[in-house]
């Protein structure tokens, strides 16, 4: 069993960063792809970017909505994944899962919310 467990959110103006943090209770980024999703009151969880394991090159992918704000990245050392966000949105307002995935096997955070407001 896989235990994830996020951190970094809170509460920011329009425009501001923040840095999301999951710490990962294994050594799982040489195998798993590790993502992040949202979902917003009233919404469905969706997708937010992905990086794929060491293994399989690394390689990241985003959402549209996100490309060019956010920043998936890793730290094979601490078994962590980052979620660097800049010029946040109020419509980025929503509750952050970190997500660890390799073959059936699919875990998830608990979440941390992120309230963009002036």
């Known amino acids: 069993q896989v235990q994830l467990v996020e951190s970094g959110g809170g509460l920011v103006q329009p425009g501001g960063s923040l840095r999301l943090s999951c710490a990962a209770s294994a050594t799982i980024l040489d195998l798993y792809t590790m993502g992040w999703y949202r979902q917003a009151p009233g919404k469905q969880r969706e997708l937010v970017a992905t990086i794929r394991s060491i293994l399989s090159g690394g390689s990241t992918n985003y959402a549209d909505f996100v490309k060019g704000r956010f920043t998936i990245s890793r730290d094979n050392a601490k078994n962590t994944v980052y979620l660097q966000m800049n010029s946040l949105k109020p419509e980025d307002t929503a509750v952050y899962y970190c997500?660890?995935?390799?073959?059936?096997?699919?875990?998830w955070g608990q979440g941390t919310q992120v309230t963009v407001s002036s």
């Open positions: 997500n660890a995935r390799y073959v059936d096997l699919n875990y």
